[in-house]
């Protein structure tokens, strides 16, 4: 049962991977990128990562994909703009890559013995919230640190570059007589 | 194992017909009637059935008539297939985040453990929370599918405002799971037995900021700016017509019915009466043998938890129906310069109180 | 002075409609900046929630048990068994004002004909009796009307009038939108608010 889940879902995520590179329009690709998103959370799901899989699915399907679509509408971008596909060196480069990628994981693949895939062993020592923020802030409070910091900086870098200069007189805001705020 | 399965469907089907059967058109009902009482008028009561009009009710007959017999409309240049699907999008994580939301407690009926909730996630809060968020997707593209200027508008402006309360949505909760120490909605409702551990007592501030930013993500008035009908026709689901319109309709007073339900769950008690243990109501009900009793008792507290709902729907009708919409600066205003501060600043007291 | 009228003259005010002691200004707040209890927004929601709930509570109560002899808060008519009293200033189908005897005020002088914006209405004028001008033939075609009231504002003779008749006023045929004089004719008591109500505004109380 949870083998036949687990191929559902992987062909599901392999085939809107592939939809995402493929589909010419930038919302298809968008869209698609969600499914993957979504079907990987369901593949956390069944290796009883239940956290992992909800923040997989606020996280980026939930936030980060609603921010692509909302560029990718407020741009309008159409289908005639996508020219990357041309440049062939290009298109070498990322094949190679994705050939070599497959490579290394067939070989770990094969290493291990193919067992990979464990169903519901240890599922409440790991999967639960309680767990993970354990680990989180106890064995790897460093990187937790590091990347939390990494991110503030990222969010000051963001606030200055959308801040108006005060200086700026041609910048100032526009007041209307009678409205505030 | 059969019994498992008994109870499992038991409670979908429960679910299902109290929120599709029940909630979905008796609200469409309540939103026009309601409306039209606060306002001195009439309201709908035409529709009727060898004379009979029961206050209206039948208008819902009547209206899921002709939205079935309606033409289903794509319009030129549409995407086809996100045109469709975008109703659907809006509508299953609807249906679906109530199945975490538990409507009762645990019982023993003949040596059977019963646990009144379809699934007792151990990441409970976090899988409404992302299921909420696909939502967002139907917004999003049935706007931008529809090949209009105003859905499109429309789509940007839900896709802006339902990811900026969403980040806001998830900070005002973690006041109460930092009270309660956990995500799971039954854990967080079994501690709430005493009257006095109630959330609205531990987080005040936390209910206010949650139920706004709950209303906002649903995008209902005073936060309609997605679907505003005086400036952009009727927003994101301008172009559609027949079932696919009344899927969006649908999920939204789905959502009204699941955010009454955390609202409920989170912040007055779940299931319990106040003053009222379970262990008092077991013994209230002991004339009818161990499991009459357990029988009663969950009829008692599916019955309480179902008002409070219903209480909570009735208030988010009643705010919908009071104020006037916000301006689209202002909605973003509220929500970065007020509500996410606002949290924090609940996130940072409740930590000085509860964890010492 | 030739008499112009079967109804009793009276002095108005020009000022449309209303008495001369309720002609004050209201107060109006002008200082949109909002105090701090206010910008806490919470409790004037709440404010607000407890006015629409009193106006539910009240007319719930009023739904279950029917208040006799008060006034009703529900303002709502139930259109087809009901009907509203229309106000003097609602400008429905012209009509042509009769004296008492039953002949047409209207002495064919082609105002209205000219003003009309939508060349709505034809007159054919004859004499009688060799001094009184009448319109032998007064086509008013209402498909083209477009209700404005010039009409009955350059009418010297108060002959023509925008009625209170809002019902009947579409067809399915456009021919049978073409009123002759017979179907307009219509006595002054039927229109005398109109009349009494023009005389105020257009500031025909002179006459």
Same mark, same amino acid.
């Given at each position: 049962?949870?083998?036949?889940?687990?191929?559902?879902?992987?062909?599901?995520?392999?085939?809107?991977?592939?939809?995402?590179?493929?589909?010419?329009?930038?919302?298809?690709?968008?869209?698609?990128?969600?499914?993957?998103?979504?079907?990987?959370?369901?593949?956390?799901?069944?290796? @009883?990562?239940?956290?992992?899989?909800?923040?997989?699915?606020?996280?980026?399907?939930?936030?980060?994909? *609603?921010?692509?679509?909302?560029?990718?509408?407020?741009?309008?971008?159409?289908?005639?703009?996508?020219?990357?596909?041309?440049?062939?060196?290009?298109?070498?480069?990322?094949?190679?890559?994705?050939?070599?990628?497959?490579?290394?994981?067939? *070989?770990?693949? *094969?290493?291990?013995?193919?067992?990979?895939?464990?169903?519901?062993?240890?599922?409440?020592?790991?999967?639960?919230?309680?767990?993970?923020?354990?680990?989180?802030?106890?064995?790897?409070?460093?990187?937790?640190?590091?990347?939390? *910091?990494?991110?503030?900086?990222?969010?000051?870098?963001?606030?200055?570059?959308?801040?108006?200069?005060?200086? @700026?007189?041609?910048?100032?805001?526009?007041?209307?007589?009678?409205?505030?705020? | 194992?059969?019994?498992? +399965?008994?109870?499992?469907?038991?409670?979908?089907?429960?679910?299902?017909?109290?929120?599709?059967?029940?909630?979905?058109?008796?609200?469409?009902?309540?939103?026009?009637?309601?409306?039209?009482?606060?306002?001195?008028?009439?309201?709908?009561?035409?529709?009727?059935?060898?004379?009979?009009?029961?206050?209206?009710?039948?208008?819902?007959?009547?209206?899921?008539?002709?939205?079935?017999?309606?033409?289903?409309?794509?319009?030129?240049?549409?995407?086809?297939?996100?045109?469709?699907?975008?109703?659907?999008?809006?509508?299953?994580?609807?249906?679906?985040?109530?199945?975490?939301?538990?409507?009762?407690?645990?019982?023993?009926?003949?040596?059977?453990?019963?646990?009144?909730?379809?699934?007792?996630?151990?990441?409970?809060?976090?899988?409404?929370?992302?299921?909420?968020?696909?939502?967002? !997707?139907?917004?999003?593209?049935?706007? =931008?599918?529809?090949?209009?200027?105003?859905?499109?508008?429309?789509?940007?402006?839900?896709?802006?405002?339902?990811?900026?309360?969403?980040?806001?949505?998830?900070?005002?909760?973690?006041?109460?799971? +930092?009270?309660?120490?956990?995500?799971?909605?039954?854990?967080?409702?079994?501690?709430?037995?005493?009257?006095?551990?109630?959330?609205?007592?531990?987080?005040?501030?936390?209910?206010?900021?949650?139920?706004?930013?709950?209303?906002?993500?649903?995008?209902?008035?005073?936060?309609?700016?997605?679907?505003?009908?005086?400036?952009?026709?009727?927003? !994101?689901?301008?172009?559609?017509?027949?079932?696919?319109?009344?899927?969006? =309709?649908?999920?939204?007073?789905?959502?009204?019915?699941?955010?009454?339900?955390?609202?409920?769950?989170?912040?007055?008690?779940?299931?319990?009466?106040?003053?009222?243990?379970?262990?008092?109501?077991?013994?209230?009900?002991?004339?009818?043998?161990?499991?009459?009793?357990?029988?009663?008792?969950?009829?008692?507290?599916?019955?309480?938890?179902?008002?409070?709902?219903?209480?909570?729907? =009735?208030?988010?009708?009643?705010?919908?129906?009071?104020?006037?919409?916000?301006?689209?600066?202002?909605?973003?205003?509220?929500? =970065?310069?007020?509500?996410?501060?606002?949290?924090?600043?609940?996130?940072?007291?409740?930590?000085?109180?509860?964890?010492? | 002075?030739?008499?112009?009228?079967?109804?009793?003259?009276?002095?108005?005010?020009?000022?449309?409609?209303?008495?001369?002691?309720?002609?004050?200004?209201?107060?109006?707040?002008?200082?949109?900046?909002?105090?701090?209890?206010?910008?806490?927004?919470? /409790?004037?929601?709440?404010?607000?929630?407890?006015?629409?709930?009193?106006?539910?509570?009240? %007319?719930?109560?009023? /739904?279950?048990?029917?208040?006799?002899?008060?006034?009703?808060?529900? /303002?709502?008519?139930?259109?087809?068994?009901?009907?509203?009293?229309?106000?003097?200033?609602?400008?429905?189908?012209?009509?042509?004002?009769?004296?008492? %005897?039953?002949?047409?005020?209207?002495?064919?002088?082609?105002?209205?004909?000219?003003?009309?914006?939508? %060349?709505?209405?034809?007159?054919?004028?004859?004499?009688? &009796?060799?001094? &009184?001008?009448?319109?032998?033939?007064?086509?008013?075609?209402?498909?083209?009307?477009?209700?404005?009231?010039?009409?009955?504002?350059?009418?010297?003779?108060?002959?023509?009038?925008?009625?209170?008749?809002?019902?009947?006023?579409?067809? $399915?045929?456009?021919?049978?939108?073409?009123?002759?004089?017979?179907?307009?004719?219509?006595?002054?008591?039927?229109?005398?608010? $109109?009349?009494?109500?023009?005389?105020?505004?257009?500031?025909?109380?002179?006459?």
């Amino acid at each position: 049962m949870q083998l036949l889940i687990f191929y559902i879902l992987a062909f599901g995520a392999v085939i809107s991977a592939l939809l995402m590179v493929t589909s010419k329009k930038p919302v298809s690709s968008a869209m698609s990128l969600i499914a993957t998103m979504v079907f990987l959370a369901g593949l956390y799901v069944l290796l @009883d990562a239940h956290l992992i899989a909800a923040l997989q699915l606020i996280v980026y399907a939930g936030a980060i994909m *609603v921010l692509f679509l909302f560029v990718i509408m407020l741009l309008n971008v159409d289908e005639k703009e996508g020219r990357m596909a041309g440049n062939t060196i290009l298109l070498q480069f990322g094949a190679i890559l994705a050939i070599g990628l497959v490579f290394i994981m067939m *070989v770990s693949l *094969v290493k291990s013995g193919g067992t990979l895939l464990v169903f519901g062993e240890g599922a409440d020592q790991f999967g639960t919230t309680k767990a993970v923020g354990k680990l989180l802030f106890t064995e790897y409070l460093l990187p937790f640190e590091i990347a939390s *910091v990494l991110l503030l900086a990222a969010i000051v870098g963001a606030v200055i570059l959308a801040k108006r200069r005060i200086d @700026d007189p041609d910048q100032k805001e526009r007041i209307i007589p009678g409205h505030k705020g | 194992m059969l019994a498992d +399965m008994i109870e499992s469907i038991a409670k979908i089907l429960f679910i299902f017909g109290m929120n599709i059967g029940f909630f979905a058109p008796v609200l469409g009902w309540v939103e026009r009637k309601q409306s039209a009482v606060m306002q001195d008028r009439i309201g709908a009561n035409r529709a009727d059935i060898f004379g009979f009009t029961v206050i209206g009710l039948f208008h819902s007959i009547a209206d899921a008539i002709k939205v079935l017999t309606k033409e289903d409309f794509i319009p030129t240049g549409a995407n086809k297939f996100f045109h469709t699907a975008a109703p659907f999008i809006s509508l299953v994580p609807a249906i679906v985040t109530f199945c975490v939301i538990p409507f009762g407690g645990r019982y023993t009926l003949f040596g059977h453990d019963v646990n009144l909730v379809i699934s007792d996630l151990d990441v409970g809060l976090l899988f409404i929370f992302a299921f909420s968020s696909l939502a967002t !997707y139907g917004a999003v593209l049935g706007g =931008w599918s529809s090949n209009n200027n105003w859905s499109l508008i429309g789509g940007l402006r839900a896709s802006a405002q339902m990811l900026s309360y969403e980040v806001a949505m998830g900070l005002t909760i973690i006041g109460v799971l +930092m009270v309660y120490g956990s995500l799971k909605l039954t854990e967080i409702g079994v501690m709430q037995e005493n009257f006095f551990r109630w959330g609205i007592f531990m987080q005040p501030l936390g209910f206010v900021l949650f139920l706004t930013c709950a209303i906002a993500e649903n995008k209902r008035a005073p936060f309609d700016v997605p679907e505003a009908e005086s400036e952009i026709v009727a927003g !994101y689901f301008t172009e559609y017509s027949g079932m696919k319109f009344v899927m969006f =309709w649908m999920g939204e007073f789905l959502e009204i019915v699941t955010i009454s339900g955390i609202v409920t769950t989170l912040f007055f008690g779940a299931w319990h009466l106040p003053f009222i243990t379970d262990q008092m109501l077991l013994s209230f009900f002991q004339f009818a043998g161990s499991n009459g009793a357990s029988i009663l008792a969950m009829l008692v507290n599916i019955a309480t938890f179902f008002i409070k709902v219903i209480f909570f729907i =009735w208030m988010q009708m009643t705010i919908r129906w009071t104020l006037p919409r916000f301006r689209y600066d202002q909605v973003m205003k509220l929500c =970065w310069k007020m509500i996410l501060p606002l949290s924090l600043i609940n996130i940072f007291i409740t930590g000085l109180v509860f964890l010492r | 002075m030739n008499k112009m009228t079967d109804i009793d003259q009276k002095k108005c005010h020009p000022m449309v409609g209303v008495p001369i002691e309720k002609l004050r200004p209201k107060q109006v707040r002008k200082n949109l900046e909002l105090t701090l209890w206010e910008s806490l927004y919470i /409790f004037e929601i709440i404010r607000g929630m407890y006015i629409t709930t009193r106006h539910f509570v009240l %007319n719930m109560i009023g /739904f279950v048990f029917k208040p006799k002899g008060q006034k009703r808060r529900i /303002f709502t008519v139930y259109y087809p068994e009901e009907k509203v009293t229309i106000p003097a200033a609602y400008r429905g189908r012209p009509v042509l004002v009769t004296w008492k %005897n039953g002949k047409e005020k209207c002495v064919a002088c082609g105002l209205c004909e000219k003003i009309c914006p939508a %060349n709505a209405i034809m007159i054919v004028a004859e004499e009688r &009796d060799g001094s &009184d001008r009448y319109p032998s033939a007064y086509t008013l075609d209402m498909s083209r009307c477009v209700y404005c009231g010039y009409c009955e504002e350059v009418c010297p003779k108060e002959a023509i009038v925008m009625s209170a008749e809002y019902q009947g006023l579409a067809e $399915r045929d456009r021919s049978k939108m073409i009123y002759s004089k017979e179907q307009l004719l219509r006595s002054e008591e039927s229109v005398k608010d $109109r009349i009494e109500y023009i005389r105020r505004i257009y500031s025909k109380c002179s006459y």
